[in-house]
C-alpha cells in the first residue's frame, strides 16, 4: 500500500534466531499496529504505538517486543524465533484512532524452521 | 472487551448470484464497525465503515452493510458478485480499553466465486 512498506517481505529463520521486522510509513500518522495472521485465528494484535517512543502490548505480546524511535518506523522484533511464531505479520497506520480505521502494509511472511 | 463474530468460515456461491456476509459484535454500546477485504497475497483493504447516521452504509466494489443495533449485527451483502470478489472478508470493531482504541478482528470469512 502506498505510504505503508514492511520488510522483509519473506523470511527463513532457525529456531532461537532473533529475527527484526520493519514497518516504515511515509504519512505521518501518529499509530502504529502490528498483528500477526493465522488460518482459523484471523488477525490478533501483537504491539500497538501511539506515538514516538510509547507503545503497548496487544493480546499475544508473548515473545515479542517492539521499538519505535520516529515517527515513521516501528520494529518488532522476535527475541527467540520459534515454530509457533511462523506466521503473516501485518503492520498497519492510523492517523487517529477509532472511526479512522487503519491502512495496512502488504505483509511479511515468516517462517521459523 | 469487544469481541466479534463471522459465522461462516467459508461461503461458495455462483457468479452473478447475491451474497450475505454474516457478523456479529459483542456489546450494544457505541460501536464503529468497519469491513476489510484481502484478496490473496495482499494486505488488508478497507471496503466500509459504520460510524453514525444511516444504519446502510455502501462500500466500494458495489459491496453494502447494514448496521443492526438490537441484534448487534452488521452483515455484509453484494447483489450480484463476480469471480474478482473471491478473497476473505474480515469485519471489524473499535475496542476502547484504557483509555486507548484498537480495532479487533473476526476470523474471516473466505469468499468463493465459482462461474
Known amino acids: 500500500d502506498a505510504g505503508i512498506t514492511q520488510s522483509p517481505r519473506h523470511k527463513v529463520t532457525e529456531t532461537g534466531t532473533p529475527v527484526t521486522l520493519r514497518c516504515h510509513q511515509t504519512?505521518?500518522?501518529?499509530?502504529m499496529y502490528w498483528y500477526r495472521q493465522d488460518p482459523g485465528h484471523g488477525l490478533r494484535l501483537i504491539h500497538y504505538?501511539?506515538?514516538?517512543?510509547?507503545?503497548d502490548k496487544g493480546e499475544v505480546s508473548d515473545g515479542y517486543s517492539v521499538s519505535r524511535s520516529k515517527t515513521e518506523d516501528f520494529l518488532l522484533t522476535l527475541e527467540s524465533a520459534t515454530s509457533s511464531q511462523t506466521s503473516v505479520y501485518f503492520c498497519?497506520?492510523?492517523?487517529?484512532?477509532?472511526?479512522?480505521?487503519?491502512?495496512f502494509g502488504s505483509g511479511t511472511r515468516l517462517t521459523v524452521v | 472487551a469487544q469481541s466479534v463474530t463471522q459465522l461462516d468460515s467459508q461461503v461458495p456461491v455462483f457468479e452473478e448470484a447475491p451474497v450475505e456476509l454474516r457478523c456479529n459484535y459483542s456489546?450494544?454500546?457505541?460501536?464503529?464497525l468497519f469491513w476489510y477485504v484481502q484478496y490473496p497475497n495482499q494486505g488488508l483493504q478497507l471496503l466500509l465503515k459504520?460510524?453514525?447516521?444511516?444504519?446502510l452504509v455502501k462500500g466500494i466494489n458495489g459491496f453494502e452493510a447494514e448496521f443492526n443495533k438490537s441484534q448487534t449485527s452488521f452483515h455484509l451483502r453484494k447483489p450480484s458478485v463476480h469471480i474478482s470478489d473471491t478473497a476473505e472478508y474480515f469485519c471489524?470493531?473499535?475496542?476502547?480499553?484504557?483509555?486507548?482504541?484498537?480495532?479487533?478482528f473476526g476470523k474471516g470469512t473466505k469468499l468463493t466465486v465459482n462461474p
Open positions: 498497519a497506520i492510523s492517523e487517529r484512532q477509532g472511526a479512522y480505521g487503519y491502512t
Open positions: 504519512e505521518n500518522h501518529r499509530y
Open positions: 504505538s501511539y506515538g514516538v517512543k510509547d507503545t
Open positions: 456489546s450494544s454500546v457505541s460501536v464503529y
Open positions: 459504520y460510524l453514525s447516521g444511516s444504519t
Open positions: 471489524a470493531v473499535s475496542d476502547q480499553q484504557g483509555g486507548s482504541e484498537k480495532l479487533v
